[in-house]
């Protein structure tokens, strides 16, 4: 069992910069996959980025040169630094954990981006 807790969305404006984090807790194994999804009201959700433990990366073509992934493996923490926000980066963002087969989510944190 993993839970996940997510923190630091909010507001911001135009051209800002926010950094969110993802805290894993429970049965942690060393192989697996920790990553942040979006969705935006009326749209499906989509993979923004995501890590392995080996750090192997892979982001969103709408992100990349924006966002940045990266992972404390001794904490079991996952962040995105967001920069460059424009408003169609407004979403709600989860987090996700994933080993082997199996996928844990995050609550997930309200990111909007307006003057």
């Known amino acids: 069992q993993v839970q996940l807790v997510e923190s630091g969305g909010g507001l911001v404006q135009p051209g800002g910069s926010l950094r969110l984090s993802c805290a894993a807790s429970?049965?942690?194994?060393?192989?697996?996959?920790m990553g942040w999804y979006r969705q935006a009201p009326g749209k499906q959700r989509e993979l923004v980025a995501y890590i392995t433990s080996g750090g192997r990366t892979n982001y969103a073509d709408s992100v990349k040169g924006r966002f940045a992934i990266s992972r404390d493996n001794a904490r079991n923490t996952v962040y995105l630094q967001m920069n460059s926000l424009e408003p169609e980066d407004t979403a709600v963002y989860s987090c996700?954990?994933?080993?082997?087969?199996?996928?844990?989510w995050g609550q997930g944190t309200q990111v909007t981006v307006s003057p």
């Open positions: 429970g049965i942690i194994f060393s192989l697996n996959t």
């Open positions: 996700a954990f994933t080993v082997r087969t199996e996928t844990y």
